[in-house]
T-cell receptor, first 114, second 114 residues
Framework: DGGITQSPKYLFRKEGQNVTLSCEQN?????MYWYRQDPGQGLRLIYY???????QKGDIAEGYSVSREKKESFPLTVTSAQKNPTAFYLC?????????????FGPGTRLTVT | GESVGLHLPTLSVQEGDNSIINCAYS??????FIWYKQESGKGPQFIID?????DKRQGQRVTVLLNKTVKHLSLQIAATQPGDSAVYFC?????????????FGQGTRLTINP
């Protein structure tokens, strides 16, 4: 059963703590993405990775960090430097190649920081 | 700048009626567009896509229309069902550093009334 998994579904943290969100895919996709979604808003790109051991900043990378040590995994760390970390975080993956555009999304992790 | 927006944030239709969700985009360099459906607390699901060299594409109960002259995209859902209630996002793809970025609109919440 192929797909993208994100865990946990809900995460609660105290302000000032770093927290890492998991994203795993078994679709054999090369590219992976992290988005943030705020209530009533669209998705904004945090980081993306086209290949293992390489990643690029998206539109709102400040206060976040990622790693891509394995093809199937792209964890996101929300650091204490992120001013408003409470949000719904979505991970996506995509095949890389000519004419491939569709991104497949995971179920998301809702992070609440108090 | 790059942005994708929607004309209406909410839309209510009677079950069985047709619905039309609109989207305006601003970047004429985009060559591919996707409509996603997002149910509450879940990740977006692909509905239908269209390339910029087309002006219409049909799927099962859904049709996407693209008007490049006025940079307008629409999603038509025929014979709406309760399961169609969700937030619908349009997204355009833009090139970034050898990759493709999805730029999402804010979304339209579609409610199907019984």
């Amino acid at each position: 059963d192929g797909g993208i998994t994100q865990s946990p579904k809900y995460l609660f943290r105290k302000e000032g703590q770093n927290v890492t969100l998991s994203c795993e895919q078994n679709l054999n996709h090369d590219a992976m993405y992290w988005y943030r979604q705020d209530p009533g808003q669209g998705l904004r790109l945090i980081y993306y990775s086209q290949i293992v051991n390489d990643f690029q900043k998206g539109d709102i990378a400040e206060g976040y960090s990622v790693s891509r040590e394995k093809k199937e995994s792209f964890p996101l760390t929300v650091t204490s430097a992120q001013k408003n970390p409470t949000a719904f975080y979505l991970c996506a993956s995509k095949r890389v190649g000519q004419g491939t555009y569709e991104q497949y999304f995971g179920p998301g992790t809702r992070l609440t920081v108090t | 700048g790059e942005s994708v927006g929607l004309h209406l944030p909410t839309l209510s239709v009677q079950e069985g009626d047709n619905s039309i969700i609109n989207c305006a985009y601003s970047n004429s360099a985009s060559d591919y567009f996707i409509w996603y459906k997002q149910e509450s607390g879940k990740g977006p699901q692909f509905i239908i896509d269209i390339r910029s060299n087309m002006d219409k594409r049909q799927g099962q109960r859904v049709t996407v229309l693209l008007n490049k002259t006025v940079k307008h995209l629409s999603l038509q859902i025929a014979a709406t069902q309760p399961g169609d209630s969700a937030v619908y996002f349009c997204a355009e793809t833009l090139p970034i550093q050898g990759a493709q970025k999805l730029v999402f609109g804010q979304g339209t919440r579609l409610t199907i009334n019984p």
